[in-house]
């Protein structure tokens, strides 16, 4: 390249970032005021930020919760000094683990045990370790399959013999077993693994006919407040299940594995409340749908068929009247008011709407989130920020089509998700909307729209 071609080259490129660095000069010196023209006048006058628009919540008991289908089971009493005594226990049935063509000559029963893989527990570890009694009994019959709605609070009792299988009076400590992680290990009565011998092999077809399942279930035997537990157990895992061990004329050390773990397998929670140890204001939220949330606004959140929390808009409804807008950002922030180690708190929360026909109805949030394949803990929210002891959700899609009459105006509902309400085990406390510090509220960025 010549020096002349090069100069006229080099001197184009010299030209423009001469101009780019006198704007870049020009944008600095007057930052606050670039790019206003492109803001058509009287917009920022429409911008209006407000965290006062009226909203109200109460306390209600949920009782019509599907307890079957799940994969952890719950067992434990435990005794809370703000939602009263919890109990919980569950019924499986079982499966092959691999069949058994023949259990060899003159088997005879060493021992019988069910194992329990542990999954988590709820209190302290030291109320955990406090003395407790756990219970196996047999059903006397078939469990039926779930009828339309699922097995539900109101149906969930199964007959059992009321000898018990087996009994362990421990203070749980779950020992570490091998590569099979960490299990609750509870001796069985040898008669049950003779009743299994006494066939002449095991299969899919037969187990039912010698064990038609089973229930577990655990009391705190050290009375008073905040003593006993809550356990979850992993049912879909194969180390869950009844092993007979045995040994035969000629060679020792056989096993014969059940499992709760199958395709086939049904598990049931069934968890009640004694609600007359539990905090004062807690009954009579409970019990009074009247109750003055102003006076006491604390809200409270439980699992199973406990406690949700419903949570109303009017002031939308006057918001509406002001002509239309445009909602750039809302939030719904609901703090948490008890911060206390021993009670740990959901990890996530959700709301959602019902239907006409009072189903589980997510927001368009929510269903935004998932069409374009957005994290929900990013975008839609409801997970426990521990920094500011809050959930925090984003409905900005529907506010907007409250706002602009696509949508009615219903009932949010505070809760669990429905995944984890039926196999969930901690309980939260929060702060209401008339909670005169740091109260439940909603956020919104809002842009009037001008004629």
């Keep these: 390249m010549d020096m002349q071609n090069w100069l ?50 109460y306390c209600t008991p949920d009782d019509t919760l599907q307890m079957n289908g799940v994969d952890f089971g719950i067992i434990g009493q435990f005794n809370d000094p703000v939602f009263g005594q919890t109990n919980a226990l569950f019924y499986s049935n079982l499966s092959v683990a691999s069949p058994v063509q023949s ?9 019988v045990v069910l194992y329990l893989k542990f999954a988590d527990f709820y209190g302290k570890n030291t109320k955990l370790r406090s003395l407790m009694k756990f219970e196996v009994f047999e059903l006397t019959n078939e469990m039926a399959e779930p009828p339309a709605g699922g097995y539900t609070v109101y149906n969930t009792n199964f007959p059992v013999n009321p000898l018990p299988l087996g009994v362990l009076e421990t203070a749980p400590l779950f020992p570490v077993e091998g590569t099979e992680g960490t299990v609750l290990k509870i001796r069985l009565n040898p008669s049950l693994g003779t009743r299994f011998l006494e066939e002449d092999s095991l299969n899919a077809s037969n187990i039912k006919s010698i064990l038609k399942g089973i229930m577990v279930r655990a009391t705190c035997l050290t009375p008073g407040t905040g003593n006993g537990a809550l356990m979850r157990f992993q049912l ?126 997510l927001l368009s949030d929510v269903l935004f989130a998932d069409q374009y394949n957005l994290s929900l803990s990013t975008f839609f929210g409801g997970f426990y ?67």
């Design 8 to 57: 006229g080259l080099n001197g184009r490129f010299l030209v423009f970032y001469s101009i780019l660095a006198c704007l870049f000069i020009s944008a600095c010196g007057t930052q606050e005021e670039y790019g206003t023209d492109l803001i058509p006048p009287g917009w920022n006058d429409s911008l209006q930020m407000t965290d006062t628009l009226t909203v109200l919540a």
């Design 236 to 361: 879909n895992s194969t180390v869950s299940g009844i092993r007979i061990y045995y040994r035969t004329a000629n060679q020792s050390g056989q096993v014969v594995r059940t499992t709760t773990a199958s395709s086939s397998a049904l598990h049931v929670n069934s968890v009640s409340y004694d609600r007359s140890s539990a905090n004062p204001d807690l009954i009579q939220k409970l019990q009074d749908t009247q109750f003055d949330y102003s006076v006491q606004p604390n809200l409270y959140i439980q699992p199973f068929q406990g406690i949700r929390v419903a949570i109303s808009i009017p002031g939308l409804d006057s918001l509406k009247k002001a002509g239309p807008m445009v909602v750039n950002r809302a939030e719904l922030i609901i703090p948490v008011a008890e911060d206390d180690p021993e009670f740990g708190r959901p990890n996530s929360l959700i709301v959602y709407q019902l239907n006409e026909q009072g189903q589980f109805q």
């Design 385 to 451: 920020d521990a920094n500011k002891k809050e959930y925090r959700f984003r409905i900005t899609r529907h506010i907007h089509e409250i706002l602009n009459g696509s949508l009615p105006n219903k009932t949010l509902w505070l809760d669990y998700s429905i995944t984890n309400k039926n196999s969930s085990l901690p309980r939260v406390v929060l702060r209401g909307p008339k909670d005169p510090q740091n109260k439940l509220r909603i956020e919104l960025s809002l842009t009037s729209i001008q004629d």
């Design 103 to 111: 259990y060899g000559p003159n088997p005879e029963i060493d021992s």
